[in-house]
């Protein structure tokens, strides 16, 4: 949970210590994934084969 204040998405914990962002968008989730991703120079391929890891 730290990770994704850090990375400026609010969380809010709800009953049953359910954690949300606060704006209720999981879109907020990912875009924060991704910005971080970014930064750390890794890059995401969408509709690639994995051959090999």
Known sequence: MEFFEKAGVPLKTERGNR????SDHSSDIIRALERELKKAGAQIHLHTEVKEV
């Open 19 to 22: 954690v949300f962002p606060v």
